[in-house]
């Protein structure tokens, strides 16, 4: 029997083949969409972060326009100026002003640099509607503000 083919013998190998071949692209597909998805979660992260970052960080402006336009946006800025004889920090985030005494000019009475030093209020305007008088006038719409500056300007007035 020299000659003859051991049907049974081929029918196992070949459902060895069989097998083996299923199981390889399984495992290359399975291996590929785990794959993908790690890529997927790792751009979906860095994407996030980055947001993150963006939107927590205030965009510095150097002129009063960049301000009120990111302030209409209700976006978060930043804009350092002065009033009279007072310097201040402006920033806004969120359609809300925030006004901070950071210097008040040695030309000014003992009593009232003491008065403003530090002090700050925060005002809420509705977007679209930022008026440029916050930047001009210290004392503008205080009736929509809260604070210590509120306090300090009523003081004087």
Do not use: H
């Amino acid at each position: 029997m020299a000659g003859q083919i051991d049907i049974k013998k081929l029918e196992r190998e070949l459902k060895k083949l069989k097998k083996t071949r299923r199981k390889f692209p399984k495992k290359l597909l399975r291996y590929t969409l785990i794959t993908l998805c790690m890529i997927i979660l790792i751009i979906l992260v860095v994407w996030f972060v980055n947001y993150i970052i963006e939107s927590s960080v205030a965009f510095t402006c150097d002129t009063p326009e960049c301000f009120i336009e990111k302030a209409n946006n209700c976006e978060a800025a930043v804009y350092e100026t002065q009033i009279e004889t007072i310097t201040l920090n402006m920033e806004t985030d969120g359609c809300e002003l925030t006004k901070e005494v950071i210097a008040v000019s040695g030309e000014e009475p003992e009593s009232i640099r003491e008065l403003f030093k530090g002090t700050e209020m925060t005002c809420e305007y509705e977007q679209n509607e930022f008026n440029r008088k916050y930047l001009d006038q210290i004392s503008y719409d205080l009736a929509t503000c809260e604070g210590s500056l509120v306090e300090a300007v009523k003081a004087v007035l």
